[in-house]
């Protein structure tokens, strides 16, 4: 099984997640199918979409995939989410059971923090990285700003992030991009139109590669 450093040498390398909330499963599964064709390798399924559990284990099966689940409030669903084939969790919230769980479980986890107290507090807790959700007003700039300080805070971006900044996020020191809505537009789904989702996901990928990608980064961390 993939160690949680196995997966922060992914993100690493692909530096971007489609993200995925939607109401009605069949449309899920279409739209995320459409995201993977346009070039997303590292997926995240929403635990509020109806059949989200059956999804993330039918994608599991794809060694071509990563799979995680979002919106992991309770341990049920980790553990849950975990049995299904999801190889990540995602929170909208600092959680330290849910980060703990996530250690128990053998999954790196990404909570969701906002602010640099809140940041650091899910690091000590053993974060191997964060979903700064939502993004800041300040975008790249702000991020910038925090990390001046705090180098080796992994940052994950998203809710936010779209095509025209998401190389700004990542030059400006950002793990990955998380992509939502611009990836997944709400009218869309509801509509049942999902002939943007793949050129949208090439012209996202093809945005992200063109960021220089160096050696995983490795800041002093003087909490280690």
């Known amino acids: 099984m993939p160690t949680p450093d196995d997966f922060l040498s992914t993100l690493w390398d692909r530096r971007i997640t489609a993200i995925l909330r939607a109401t009605d499963e069949r449309v899920a ?13 590292i997926v995240e399924l929403t635990l509020t979409t109806p059949g989200a559990l059956r999804i993330i284990s039918t994608l599991a099966a794809r ?8 919106t ?8 849950a989410a975990v049995a299904a084939g999801a190889r990540f969790l995602v929170s909208p919230v600092m959680d ?18 906002h602010m640099p107290t809140e940041m650091l507090a899910a690091h000590r807790a053993g974060a191997p990285l964060l979903k700064l959700f939502p993004a800041p007003a300040g975008g790249p700039v702000w991020l910038r700003s925090v990390l001046a300080p705090l180098p080796f805070l992994r940052v994950v971006p998203t809710n936010g992030v779209g095509l025209d ?6 030059r400006a020191g950002a793990f990955a991009v998380g992509l939502t809505t611009a990836l997944f537009d709400p009218a869309e789904l509801a509509a049942g139109d999902l002939a943007s989702i793949e050129p949208r996901a090439r012209a996202l990928v093809h945005a992200v590669e063109s960021v220089e990608r160096g050696p995983l980064p490795a800041a002093p961390d003087p909490f280690a």
Do not use: T
Request: charge should be negative.
């Open 165 to 170: 900044d998401a190389a700004a996020w990542l």
């Open 72 to 79: 992991v409030l309770l341990p049920a669903q980790a553990r």
């Open 96 to 113: 330290p059971e849910i980060i703990a769980l996530a250690r128990e479980l053998r999954v790196p986890v990404l909570p969701g923090v």
């Open 29 to 41: 599964a279409a739209a995320m199918d459409a995201a993977i064709r346009g070039g997303m390798r």
């Open 63 to 70: 060694e071509d995939l990563v799979v995680g689940a979002g």
